[in-house]
């Protein structure tokens, strides 16, 4: 976890004192101020109440899907999706969010070729979580040219249905070091504790034997998949 402690208890226990809501997206997306013990600072607030209806994913699921999310960046070690709670805020219990500062204007087209790797990263864990809505946006790059994975909303679902931007790797292979650490997640999965099983309390039963499946077909094919019909598109700066 890379927050510092005082951060993390201002997410987990401040008092949110303002709310904005976001223009983008179908559901109740707020821009907040949280106050702790003279401490201030800025999340996203999700609540519960505040997803529209979806016919593929069951309702108020979202918020426990963010937080799963979370959680699986936490547990392979990657780092990726910034800090996540669950608790409850002015519409009712929902995610809060760490806000990282960032340009709105930059998105995954335009990101530079030395986040490459970076990128590596986040697609597969895509193919992990079975990230359903990876949109351009839903990669900001932080003040210190961290990339950050955010709007995980709809993940998990018990069908293979991954959509996204990301066609960098079409064919090829995924990194060792990943592969080792879904090695290591699937050990874990046998007899889970502490996170990983808090992740699994977020899902239904059929979600987390179709994990476990995922996590078999990634580390059988060891590889990103190929775009069905197209050339694979390089990004040019």
């Not at 997410?11 to 997206?25: D, F, K, N, W, Y």
């Not at 895509?126 to 946006?137: E, F, G, L, P, Y």
């Amino acid at each position: 976890m890379s927050i510092d402690p005082a951060t993390e208890e201002l997410l987990r226990h401040g008092e949110i004192v303002s709310c904005q809501l976001t223009p983008a997206g179908s559901n109740y997306t707020f821009f907040s101020q949280l106050q702790l013990n003279g401490r201030t600072g800025f999340a996203i607030y999700k609540p519960r109440d505040g997803e529209a209806p979806l016919w593929d994913f069951p309702n108020g699921t979202l918020y426990k899907r963010e937080y799963a999310a979370y959680l699986l960046s936490e547990i392979l070690g990657w780092n990726i999706v910034p800090f996540t709670v669950i608790r409850d805020g002015p519409y009712g219990i929902g995610t809060v969010q760490q806000f990282i500062e960032h340009d709105p204007r930059q998105n995954y087209y335009n990101l530079q070729e030395d986040c490459a790797s970076q990128l590596q990263t986040i697609a597969c864990f895509d193919m992990v979580a079975n990230s359903t809505d990876r949109k351009a946006n839903h990669l900001i790059q932080g003040e210190d040219g961290k990339l950050w994975s955010i709007d995980h909303g709809l993940t998990f679902h018990a069908d293979l249905k991954i959509r996204t931007v990301i066609w960098d790797f079409s064919g090829e292979s995924i990194p060792q070091r990943h592969l080792d650490d879904i090695r290591r997640f699937k050990k874990q999965l046998r007899h889970p504790l502490g996170l990983l099983q808090e992740l699994l309390d977020m899902l239904l039963p059929e979600e987390v034997s179709a994990l476990s499946q995922r996590i078999d077909w990634v580390l059988q094919e060891g590889g990103y998949p190929g775009l069905p019909g197209r050339s694979r598109r390089r990004r040019r700066r």
